[in-house]
């Protein structure tokens, strides 16, 4: 059997900064969907800062393309007000944002996370709620990438610093 690497590495204290920078912002702004920014910066951060801003463009895309057709859909479900048709206009939002994700070049995976954002704003809220919860997801988002961001180059600098330092 493999021994466990049990050490907390780089990586997982970026995560936990990052995160409690997001849970700080809570305190603030009610509207704030903590978990959704924690979620980011435990999905954004990576070993560098280009890779975790890739990741982290790539989370807003697929947010904001989930939120937006989630949007649409929401739009489509108020005007019609027919249960049955919300299924279909479900089914294809989802088709549509798996799709749109693939036509912009998102990995499978990512794509996915794109439908879960979609499903998570067509069914957590009922009405016109659900539009404002797709723009705070949305923003919720961006302020755990940026977290994300400024806990990378803050880390880039310090290792480069120790680097020098040793030369």
Do not use: H
């Not at 990586?11 to 702004?29: F, H, M, R, T, Y």
């Amino acid at each position: 059997m493999n021994k466990l690497n049990s050490s907390v590495n780089k990586l997982d204290l970026q995560i936990v900064i990052a995160s409690g920078i997001c849970l700080l912002a809570a305190k603030w702004i009610p509207e704030f969907q903590i978990m959704t920014a924690c979620i980011a910066t435990l999905l954004c951060i990576q070993d560098d800062v280009k890779t975790s801003s890739k990741a982290s463009l790539i989370r807003l895309i697929i947010t904001a393309l989930g939120g937006l057709i989630g949007i649409l859909v929401i739009l489509g479900d108020n005007y019609f007000e027919d249960p049955k048709l919300f299924i279909f206009l479900i089914m294809a939002g989802l088709f549509l944002t798996l799709w749109g994700c693939k036509l912009v070049g998102i990995p499978a995976f990512n794509s996915r996370i794109g439908g879960v954002t979609f499903i998570l704003v067509v069914l957590t809220k009922t009405g016109v709620d659900r539009i404002y919860y797709a723009f705070f997801r949305l923003l919720s988002t961006l302020y755990g990438v940026i977290a994300v961001i400024i806990v990378s180059v803050i880390f880039t600098f310090i290792t480069k610093l120790k680097k020098i330092s040793k030369e």
